[in-house]
């Protein structure tokens, strides 16, 4: 008769029949607790008796999670439940819980022993909260909802995200409150857009302060005008002095108009000029497309040819372009150049400023003249000289934008590019 006690590796584990693993699993010490099961699960299947082949000795931790995985895709879900509870390592025990929760969530095991191991096991808590989603059993959801109070952050962010999976009204609703109660936006936001919107976002957030809105701002990369307008708030927001400056953020040609003749000149009328260049420099982009078609043209040139592409499609606010020109950009060379020339011709045949600027332009540009002729008046007669007006190549919006605010040569930038529009 072997004594269960005196087993002291996995070796001997190995070599007992079932009943004496059974024993073992049922009133052993942790480890070997591990040992039967690992054993067990060997004999159980022949996929198992594989996987015992590529083990030379006790199985490692990353080797046990693999265990686990097969255990639950054989329906093993005593064995499973035996890894979760007394493997040493807590890594091991998430991996085989998580697994457990996806059988409980699908029928295939008791619900009952899965808020058992929440309750008894803290730990696992947050293993257990990223198995469920949607269509999850009852108790489960009511589980995430207890978790999200629990006041441990790492529990309460994956009860937050299972709710947000789960997408009831509900649950998103609990979410969304739990989301605005926190100080710290920035791993919340990362979270809520792996499941919901940028506008969803921006919503949840529309009626906060200005420093939370801020916040959310600051989280966001290349966000729609829509959500950033709603994060904003009242027109003279603080905010705006922080947007204006991100080059990431696509302000419409029309806000920054109307900021414009508001007042605000400083980012606005660089950008507004920026715009403008962008989208007059159409008949010569497709005059150099079609010379580049006709020659012999390198890497570098198609790539300055997209590029510019992308600034008049964006400065022109067309709809759905970008995705157009990405598509042309996975095509071969020649084929590149022949659809850019061809969505170029159909684009300059439409409206030629961007959407809803036309009705401003008229007020935009007799703003404009008198600001530039006001602030040239008042410059001494040797700045007067140094004027630069943009003949020039175009710069990159970035190099626009930062360079200090010269009324006198940005408004006369602005009144040039206007004129060059409908020149």
């Not at 299972?162 to 936001?189: E, F, G, H, S």
């Amino acid at each position: 008769m072997i004594e269960l006690a005196a087993i002291a590796s996995f070796d001997e584990a190995a070599r007992l029949d079932r009943t004496a693993l059974q024993a073992l699993l049922d009133g052993g010490r942790p480890e070997q607790r591990v040992w039967a099961i690992w054993a067990l699960a060997m004999r159980s299947h022949d996929d198992g008796h594989a996987l015992g082949h590529r083990a030379a000795r006790e199985p490692d931790p990353g080797v046990r999670r693999t265990l686990a995985v097969l255990l639950a895709g054989h329906g093993e879900a005593e064995l499973l439940l035996g890894l979760a509870r007394h493997d040493p390592e807590l890594v091991v025990r998430e991996s085989a819980i998580q697994l457990a929760t996806r059988l409980a969530a699908g029928g295939g095991l008791d619900v009952a022993i899965i808020l058992d191991a929440a309750r008894r096991e803290p730990a696992l808590q947050p293993a257990i909260l990223g198995a469920i989603g949607r269509g999850a059993p009852e108790p489960l959801v009511v589980l995430a909802h207890r978790l999200l109070e629990v006041g441990a952050p790492p529990v309460e962010l994956e009860a937050f995200e299972a709710l947000l999976r789960i997408d009831t009204p509900a649950t998103r609703d609990a979410a969304r409150r739990w989301m605005v109660d926190q100080r710290d936006v920035a791993m919340i936001c990362d979270r809520w857009l792996r499941a919901n919107t940028v506008e969803s976002l921006a919503d949840a957030f529309a009626g906060e302060s200005e420093h939370r809105r801020g916040q959310v701002l600051e989280q966001l990369r290349h966000p729609p005008w829509v959500a950033v307008e709603r994060l904003l708030g009242p027109y003279d927001s603080p905010l705006w002095r922080r947007v204006v400056v991100r080059l990431d953020i696509a302000i419409p040609a029309r806000v920054l108009a109307e900021r414009i003749v508001r007042g605000e000149h400083a980012g606005c009328v660089e950008r507004l000029t920026a715009l403008l260049v962008s989208v007059g420099d159409g008949p010569r982009l497709l005059a150099d497309l079609r010379r580049a078609i006709e020659a012999d043209h390198d890497e570098a040139q198609l790539r300055e040819l997209a590029a510019r592409a992308r600034r008049y499609v964006a400065a022109r606010e067309i709809t759905n372009a970008a995705a157009s020109l990405d598509e042309l950009a996975n095509a071969h060379p020649v084929e590149h150049l022949i659809g850019l020339e061809n969505a170029l011709a159909r684009w300059l045949a439409e409206l030629g400023t961007p959407s809803e600027l036309a009705a401003e332009l008229g007020t935009l540009y007799r703003y404009a003249q008198q600001h530039r002729d006001r602030n040239i008046a008042a410059r001494p007669w040797r700045q007067l000289e140094q004027l630069q007006l943009p003949g020039g190549p175009q710069l990159p919006l970035h190099e626009v934008v930062a360079r200090p605010f010269d009324a006198a040569s940005r408004f006369a930038e602005l009144v040039e590019a206007l004129d060059r529009l409908h020149g």
